[in-house]
């Protein structure tokens, strides 16, 4: 036994049997070595002193302002919003608000809910291959059956097809000429200001000749 | 002990309202020690063992039969007792707090002290300076040297029911407090020459 086990195991010492064999070897060192006796001294010390801190107690109030604090919280509780509403029914109106919510965030954000705009995208254009003897730059009247199949939004320049500046959406401008070049066909639709719908399927290459002018806005449309 | 305390757990639950009370004046005057010689502010202190019962009386539904409900209880108090600690080591007012100014006026009065002929003003007012002096070395330890340290030496609980309010090992605590005590025994170790 040394001083470093010793003053290691010294909780050990306080707390294990006298019979113990480490408690024994433990008192053999104290009686030869002054320093952890000391040691020792000064560890009982600070534990007699922690011992006899006095007891703090609670206030004589502490249950009166306990039950106040009590009936506070609970007071709290039952006046919250739709309190008087049972709790499975504030599950089920919980529920119904989720779905008229996303209802509406669809509703707002299904093609064509702007209303008035071309929204469908070049980009995502359905190309369908051109059929042999079919005249090209041709503008269907009929509606489109699958909306959905369409692009979102035309790119700008599609917006403002014609003379002098925007024409209604799906309006062809009547004063050009439109030629296919071959290839693919780009079918668009085209959503009016009210609620309807027009397809216009046009090649994806065109050129426009603008008849008796040389407007070079026109050019703005020849490629998609 | 275990068994009158779940007895009222019991009770409380079956409905009986007083049998909570039953529990709070069972308790509330260990726990506002514990709490105090933890944060060393006795009001502090009094309003975190008001919030302790407040969530034993929220999650009595939860409480397991098979844990003590003092060790139940002293654990809810000590985590705040830390929370508190850790907020106030966050908004750096560790140190603001003084214990000793803080102490309760709970404690025996001098005259009191020196009724006992078998003492001496001397021995009375050094006892005082040394109480002031252990509370003020317990103000300085790490939190969780502290909190092992006030369970055992104060409280007076074995290392095993330290472990289970604490969530830690046996081992874990022995080594905190030797750890505890020794750093107190080195704070304190200018004071112990003069006696």
């Known amino acids: ?224 | 002990m275990q068994d009158s305390d779940n007895e009222l757990v019991q009770r409380y639950l079956a409905g009986e309202e007083d049998a909570f009370y039953s529990l709070v004046s069972k308790y509330k005057n260990p726990i506002t020690n514990f709490i105090t010689r933890i944060i060393g502010n006795y009001d502090q202190a009094v309003d975190l063992t008001q919030e302790t019962f407040l969530r034993v009386y929220k999650s009595l539904g939860s409480y397991r039969s098979d844990y003590q409900f003092s060790t139940w209880i002293y654990r809810i108090a000590s985590n705040l007792a830390i929370d508190e600690l850790r907020w106030r080591k966050r908004r750096g007012l560790f140190g603001r707090q003084n214990a000793s100014r803080e102490e309760p006026e709970k404690e025996t009065a001098p005259e009191e002290q020196l009724a006992d002929t078998r003492r001496s003003a001397d021995e009375v007012l050094a006892d005082m300076q040394y109480r002031k002096l252990i509370q003020e070395a317990i103000q300085t330890l790490p939190p969780a040297y502290r909190t092992v340290f006030v369970l055992n030496a104060v409280e007076e609980m074995d290392y095993e029911k330290i472990g289970q309010v604490l969530g830690c090992s046996l081992g874990t605590v022995k080594s905190r407090l030797h750890r505890a005590k020794s750093l107190l025994q080195k704070k304190l170790a200018p004071y112990w020459k003069k006696i």
């Not at chain 1, 010294?10 to 040691?39: N, T, W």
Request: hydrophobic content about 35%.
């Open chain 1, 1 to 224: 036994m040394n001083c470093r086990i010793f003053r290691e195991n010294i909780l050990e010492y306080q707390d294990a049997k006298p019979e113990d064999p480490l408690v024994r070897e433990m008192k053999q060192h104290l009686e030869v070595c002054p320093d952890c006796s000391g040691f020792l001294l000064q560890w009982q010390w600070v534990s007699r002193l922690a011992k006899g801190l006095p007891r703090v107690e609670a206030p004589g109030d502490f249950e009166i302002r306990l039950r106040k604090r009590l009936r506070e919280e609970q007071a709290e509780v039952r006046s919250g919003w739709f309190s008087f509403i049972p709790v499975t029914w504030r599950y089920a109106m919980v529920g119904a608000m989720s779905l008229c919510i996303c209802f509406s965030a669809l509703y707002l954000y299904q093609p064509g809910g702007g209303g008035g705009s071309i929204d469908r995208t070049a980009s995502q254009a359905k190309a369908i291959p051109v059929e042999p003897g079919q005249p090209q730059g041709e503008r269907p009247d009929s509606a489109v059956e699958d909306p959905g199949a369409y692009p979102a939004a035309l790119p700008v320049s599609t917006r403002t097809a014609g003379y002098g500046g925007p024409r209604n959406p799906g309006e062809w401008p009547p004063d050009i000429e439109v030629h296919g070049e071959g290839g693919e066909y780009v079918e668009y639709l085209l959503k009016g200001t009210g609620q309807d719908e027009i397809v216009v399927r046009m090649p994806k290459t065109i050129r426009v000749r603008p008849p008796g002018e040389n407007d070079p806005s026109y050019f703005r449309y020849i490629s998609h």
